[in-house]
């Protein structure tokens, strides 16, 4: 699959290209209309103990019950001990349109992934008992992902174009994907199956760019220079068609970092 959308800008510069290699707080927003992100995704833990607090990864067993739909849930995990004390509530926005309300019911672990800063959206993973069940990455921290699939699983794929303005450079790529049949390349808003060890899983990339300073710029006071790739991966059955997501226009496309 393949799409870009590119558009100029004033004082922007943009490069269509496509080199078939990879490349390689407060938010920082990417030149509008480079190319297309979808919006970002948001993983809130809005009580869950200790968590509250700190940014330490943590998670809950139990009875889920799921409101909501359209990628926005609200998910309330049971203690199974009837401990009300310790309750775990997430509050989850989807970009790539992840089917929950079906999980509903079920007994599920919850996990919020450890955070990388300060109020930055946590990652997420859904599990029954036979493993992981969805995937929701943030964008910012794959580690907890590759613990799963393993080393290299998903990464910047080819670069489809670039931007600039006087303090930063932009790479934007496709989403790549280690898969049963090889790589499988995805930009921001497509969806499609992969199968990975056998197991098909629906694939949706949401946001995908790599980001440096321009020579001799003058920085923000702030030492987090963020790359971006965010996708979402849930556990099927059966395989599902391709789609095409876009990002509503009220919305700011998803980016992480210091500006």
């Not at 943590?58 to 409101?67: F, Q």
């Not at 790589?183 to 921001?188: E, F, K």
């Not at 760019?209 to 790739?229: D, F, H, K, T």
Request: charged share 20%; glycine share 10%; proline share 5%.
């Amino acid at each position: 699959m393949t799409r870009v959308l590119v558009s100029l800008l004033p004082a922007l510069a943009l490069i269509a290209c496509d080199t078939g290699a990879p490349v390689g707080g407060v938010d920082e927003k990417p030149p509008e209309g480079a190319i297309d992100q979808l919006e970002a995704m948001e993983g809130t833990l809005v009580e869950g103990a200790s968590a509250l607090d700190d940014w330490d990864a943590v998670e809950r067993t139990g009875t889920v019950t799921i409101d909501g739909m359209d990628g926005d849930y609200s998910l309330d995990v049971d203690d199974p001990a009837g401990d009300w004390s310790t309750a775990f509530v997430m509050d989850l926005h989807l970009p790539g349109q992840t089917e929950l309300s079906e999980l509903s019911g079920q007994i599920l672990t919850v996990e919020a992934v450890e955070m990388q800063w300060e109020e930055w959206p946590r990652s997420v993973v859904i599990s029954d008992e036979s493993g992981p069940l969805m995937v929701a990455d943030a964008g910012y921290d794959s580690a907890r992902v590759e613990e799963i699939f393993g080393e290299g699983f998903v990464s910047h794929g080819t670069t489809v174009g670039t931007a600039e303005d006087q303090t930063w450079q932009w790479s934007y790529t496709s989403v790549v994907f280690q898969t049963d049949e090889g790589p499988v390349y995805l930009l921001p808003g497509e969806v499609t199956t992969i199968t990975i060890d056998g197991q098909q899983w629906r694939a949706a990339a949401s946001a995908a760019y790599q980001r440096s300073p321009q020579p001799n710029a003058n920085l923000p006071g702030c030492p987090i220079v963020q790359n971006m790739l965010a996708y979402e991966l849930m556990r099927l059955s059966e395989s599902v068609s391709d789609e095409l997501l876009e990002r509503a226009a009220d919305v700011d496309a998803a980016s992480i970092g210091c500006g």
